[in-house]
Nanobody, 120 residues
C-alpha cells in the first residue's frame, strides 16, 4: 500500500493551494483519510480528516478556510486550502487508516510529506 501526495509549493498570503494524496496497492477498504502538518520545531498535528461515510473533522485554526474531500472511489483525498496564512507553512503529510484484509485490524499508512510555504 502506498500513499502518494502532491500539490505543495510556495504561495503568497491569502492565496490557495490544493493538496492531493492517492492510495494505491492491494487493500480491502479505507476507513479514514486525513492530512497532518508539521512546522519546524513543532509536533505533527492533525489538520483535517474524512471518514468513509464522508464525516469530516477540521482543526479550529483551519475551519472555514480548508476543505477536505475524496474522489468518487474514495482512494484519493484532497485538501483545498484557501486564505492561506504564514502560520500554515509546514510539511503536510497525508494519512490513511486502511483495512488490508477481512479479519485484520486497520493500519495507518503515511504518504511522503509535501512542503507548503506561505510567504510574500
Amino acid at each position: 500500500v502506498q500513499l502518494q501526495a502532491s500539490g505543495g509549493g510556495l504561495v503568497q498570503p491569502g492565496g490557495s493551494l490544493r493538496l492531493s494524496c492517492a492510495a494505491s496497492g492491494s487493500f480491502r477498504s479505507i476507513n479514514t483519510m486525513g492530512w497532518f502538518r508539521q512546522a519546524p520545531g513543532k509536533q505533527r498535528e492533525l489538520v483535517a480528516s474524512i471518514t468513509s461515510a464522508s464525516s469530516t473533522y477540521y482543526q479550529d485554526a483551519v475551519k472555514g478556510r480548508f476543505v477536505i474531500s475524496t474522489d468518487g472511489a474514495k482512494k484519493t483525498v484532497y485538501l483545498q486550502m484557501s486564505s492561506l496564512k504564514p502560520e500554515d507553512s509546514a510539511v503536510y503529510y497525508c494519512n490513511a487508516e486502511i483495512l488490508r484484509y477481512i479479519g485484520t485490524r486497520p493500519e495507518a499508512y503515511w504518504g511522503q510529506g509535501t512542503l507548503v510555504t506561505v510567504s510574500s
